[in-house]
């Protein structure tokens, strides 16, 4: 996403208008690099095309990993490298195990479901973002039309974006 | 024309617009604090650093400099640990569970609730990090590390463990769902910032969000994921709290009725804590129009049922020390009610059961006046429950000769004050440099859910 050098933007003020004018703007044959927004949009991934996140598969992954990791931990320490008898009971039991493996499941589902979500996002402290508009985390939303990668001519594509409900249509260009 | 429900309640008021949003929020960041957060910030410096002193002698010269005893081996500081606990609370129970049950009320509030959630367990976790005396090496007694002081490995059958994972698990998620919501926010800021400084400084805290559709889509799959983690995990922390007492055989403690009866108080005395936070905010930050009326009745609602299930929890104790057929667990209740702290118990009784109450008036669960005051008083309802429980199941030991009472120190109060300038210092950095309502979370509602004064949009 970050190689394109000359775009057309399409700032849109309703989600509502929004979300047609994606599924206008495809229908013209116009390819959308992304569209950014203020807030989240439901919708607007579907109309996009956008696949459901397999974010949810990393958590359960993660989660499994955690719940493997306090089991194999507990029942070694206690069981194998160094049994102690603690109230005559037995060296190692599952159900005291049980809190500590719980917490060890969540903990490890959403550090590593969120870590993934950085690093696929590409989310850093360091990170220069390009910022297309600056009005994008107010309350405007921006249709971004990657020149290099549409076969139409400039002028047809603001046509399309007009007619779609844009607001106002611009041009940027990235060093 | 947007269509206007006359039978729901509009979540954000006045017409406010998008653009409102913004402004009304990026103001308080951006704009010099007023002089009253000034001497508020100062106030809690100053119990700050009284307790940073008393604070200091309790390390340097060890926990004898409380009032505890040899009968009464736990006092303030567990009581002072459970009650943040419990505040720690409703942070994420707002966030998570009010999102699993698509309560869009939740999203004016969340943000500094989940704040004064991880300032809580802050506070919390510091008890028993003092509490262990030598918390230079607390880390061979509490972490899963070899060592060869006595034992290799720490002991996994203990509740006082599992409340070592229990709580920094707790803490870190909320920390992370906090973090995550605040990342399209820190944006904001960085996209109006005038300055150079700030721009680098919340642009490194925004992680470089631009808002790409694949993103969001992404965030809300990981925030609703992370919402039906945290929902069981608020449940366990206090549940593993409860089990410090209850899988102890101390009459008074050794009941199987104390998980659930915690985490309802839990949530009581955390909803509480948001109110009184909330209401003051919102008064100096003039956010009327995002916390409304309908958002603060809403709250109340929810302290009168937790409140009612603590009475009834409390009620229900004294039914099984009597069913029980126990000699020493009735004795136990007996002399919490009639013995001499009896006090406490009342003290106990008349907040957290009798004035909750008070909030079947339509009246007082509107009424700011009336919503603050009780939401202090069950606060302090809510210690004294924990000092009842743990001072007065342990002060009439098994042999006459060795009753004791407790009396706190300078030490003990001054520790306890330790937290409260913490607690506040925390809170009011954070009402100054964070966006103290998510922007981005009440924009995505401001359509359907705000009031058109101007008729249209």
Known sequence: MDTGKNYILGVYSDEDVLIKAVKKVKGAGVKIEEVFSPFPVHGLDEALGYKRSRLTIVAFMFGALGTTLALTMQFWMLGVDWPMIIGGKNFASLPTFVPVTFELTVLLSALGMVGTFFAVSNLKPYKQPRIFDVRITDDKHVMAIDLATNSSKKDAIKKVLQDSGAVEVNEKTFE | ?457
């Open chain 2, 1 to 457: 024309m947007e269509v206007v429900s006359s039978v729901r309640t509009p979540l954000v008021t006045s017409g406010k617009t998008v653009a409102d949003v913004t402004e009304d929020i990026c103001i308080r960041v951006e704009a010099a604090p007023p002089k009253t957060w000034m001497l508020a910030v100062l106030a809690s410096l100053l119990l700050l650093g009284f307790g940073g002193f008393t604070l200091y002698y309790t390390i340097w010269d060890g926990i004898g400099m409380w009032g505890l005893n040899k009968t009464i081996g736990w006092a303030w500081d567990i009581t002072n640990f459970v009650w943040w606990v419990g505040i720690g609370h409703a942070g994420t129970l707002i966030s998570a569970i009010l999102l699993l049950f698509r309560q869009k009320w939740r999203m004016s509030i969340n943000r500094a609730a989940e704040a004064m959630t991880i300032f809580a367990v802050l506070c919390a976790a510091f008890f028993p990090l003092i509490h262990m005396g030598r918390l230079w090496v607390g880390f061979y007694w509490v972490l899963p590390l070899p060592n060869t002081f006595g034992s290799l490995w720490v002991n996994f059958n203990s509740p006082l463990l599992w409340d070592v994972f229990a709580i920094s698990t707790y803490f870190t998620v909320s920390l992370v769902f906090w973090y995550l919501g605040l990342i399209p926010d820190f944006a904001t800021i960085r996209d109006r910032a005038k300055n150079k400084v700030s721009k680098i400084i919340y642009g490194a805290l925004s992680f470089g969000w631009t808002g790409g559709a694949k993103d969001w889509s992404r965030y809300e799959t990981v925030s609703l994921i992370l919402a039906g983690l945290a929902t069981p995990l608020v449940l366990s922390v206090h549940t593993i709290v409860s089990f410090d007492f209850a899988t102890s055989v101390i009459p008074g403690w050794h009941t199987t009725i104390f998980p659930p009866y915690f985490v309802a108080g839990a949530i009581f005395s955390g909803f509480a804590m948001v109110l009184t936070l909330m209401l003051i905010t919102r008064k100096v930050y003039k956010l009327e129009d995002y916390i409304t009326i309908g958002h603060i009745e809403l709250m109340n609602i929810i302290i009168l049922v937790t409140g009612s299930i603590v009475g009834i929890a409390y009620i229900t104790e004294f039914f099984m020390a009597w069913y029980s057929g126990v000699p020493a667990e009735q004795y136990a209740f007996l002399n919490r009610m009639f013995g001499p702290y009896s006090w406490a118990y009342w003290t106990m009784m008349t907040c957290n059961v009798i004035s909750p109450q008070l909030f079947w008036f339509k009246k007082i669960r509107t009424s700011l006046v009336a919503t603050f005051i009780l939401s202090i008083v069950v606060n302090i309802g809510m210690w004294f429950e924990r000092f009842v429980i743990i001072v007065t199941s342990l002060h009439r030991d098994y042999i006459p000769s060795s009753w004791a009472k407790f009396s706190p120190t300078l030490y003990d109060i001054g520790d306890y004050v330790f937290t409260f300038g913490l607690f506040f210092t925390l809170f009011f950095l954070f009402a100054k440099f964070f966006p103290v309502i998510n922007m981005a979370e009440v924009k995505s509602i401001i359509k359907a859910h705000t009031t058109t004064e101007k008729g249209e949009k």
